[in-house]
């Protein structure tokens, strides 16, 4: 799934996930630097709404984390459910074959 955010700007995998938890796999480290100071984005005014409101109740709060990782060097396993995190922001291998093992497909270097 991609959905453009803003001109150029790439959210491989936006949208909630259970839980009221909202999780997003960007295309690079630059495209979301830029969506983060992009006037013309959500993110700005979403954060200009929230600090104006001065929420300190227990009701709302705000987790956010940021890894980059190297292309290829990641694996997401789906059993009997569909593609969700990194199996909807990536491309989908069978994991038999060349890619019966963690070991294997981790070797082959292209991810999910």
């Not at 480290?29 to 109740?57: C, M, V």
């Not at 060097?73 to 789906?78: D, G, K, L, N, P």
């Not at 990536?90 to 082959?108: E, M, N, S």
């Amino acid at each position: 799934m991609r959905a453009a955010t803003a001109a150029n700007i790439i959210c491989l995998a936006p949208g909630p996930a259970p839980g009221s938890l909202l999780l997003q796999y960007w295309e690079s480290k630059e495209k979301l630097l830029d969506y983060a100071i992009n006037a013309f984005a959500e993110h700005i005014p979403a954060w200009k709404a929230f600090n104006r409101a001065g929420d300190t109740s227990s009701e709302f709060g705000i987790w956010h984390e940021t890894y980059l990782v190297t292309p290829g060097h990641y694996e997401a396993i789906y059993v009997n459910m569909p593609p969700f995190g990194l199996g909807k922001a990536g491309k989908l291998h069978p994991a038999h074959g060349k890619r019966a093992t963690a070991k294997d497909r981790l070797d082959i270097g292209h991810g999910v």
